[in-house]
């Protein structure tokens, strides 16, 4: 195998991981704490990767991707389990669930940022420096690009489950039917080239910022 991709690999590893694994245990830890144990009782509140592998989301998409050199890396966990009729408050908690996922993408976005920072700041030019700091960029960009994503005001995405928190009863109920839908129009907006139109710019905004933060440009 190339020595470059094997490199390569073993930066967005690490990052990836993290990512896709703390977004769903975010959503089980927040749905444990409004009353709905059904995710800690599974044993999914744990950075176990064995239990958060999803065959396609975590093995078969990002190694397609990395494989054809794409220049970001993608992929999804095994996503744990919400009841929500046992949240205390199922419509207002909901959206505290949903938004747990992408915050905590946020959070480990500043920490890689932080970390890059530092990493910079104590080490001298040398090979570990420019993996750690290789390894940091990627950490940054593939949470930026999971928040942005999963806040599309679209269902089953987290931003779509928000968005239902704070419609109407009514409006809401109706809102929820098109979940069986939802992955259809992902595909098309994404095959389409409207959905990376829409959040290409906040993207690349948030991530090229948070770059200059960490390099202290």
């Known amino acids: 195998m190339d020595e470059n991709l094997i490199l ?3 930066m967005w590893v690490v990052p990836l991981s993290l990512a896709i694994i703390l ?3 975010a959503h089980g830890w927040v749905a444990n704490y409004f009353g709905d144990p059904t995710a800690k009782d599974l044993g999914r509140l744990t950075l ?4 958060h592998v999803d065959p396609v989301g975590t093995i078969i998409v990002p190694g397609l991707l990395l494989l054809t050199k794409a220049p970001f890396l993608f992929g999804w966990a095994k996503p ?3 009841m929500v009729h046992r949240l205390r408050n ?3 908690d909901m959206i505290w669930v949903a938004l747990a996922g992408p915050i905590s993408n946020l959070l480990m976005a500043i920490f890689w940022t932080i970390f890059a ?3 910079l700041m104590v080490m001298t030019e040398s090979s570990t420096l420019m993996f750690l700091v290789g390894v940091a960029f990627r950490g940054i960009m593939i949470n930026v690009v999971l928040m942005i994503f999963n806040m599309i005001p679209i269902l089953p995405l987290d931003g779509g489950r928000v968005l ?3 419609l109407p009863q009514e409006i809401g109920d109706k809102f929820a039917k098109t979940e069986m839908y939802g992955m259809f129009i992902i595909v098309a907006l994404l095959a389409s080239g409207v959905l990376s139109h829409i959040i290409s710019s906040p993207i690349m905004s948030i991530t090229y910022g948070l770059f200059s933060m960490a390099s202290g440009v």
């Open 80 to 82: 744990v389990p919400v």
């Open 8 to 10: 390569n690999i073993s």
């Open 164 to 166: 239902h928190g704070f």
């Open 48 to 51: 176990n990767p064995v239990s």
């Open 23 to 25: 977004h769903e245990v």
């Open 90 to 92: 199922p419509r207002k």
């Open 117 to 119: 920072k530092v990493v």
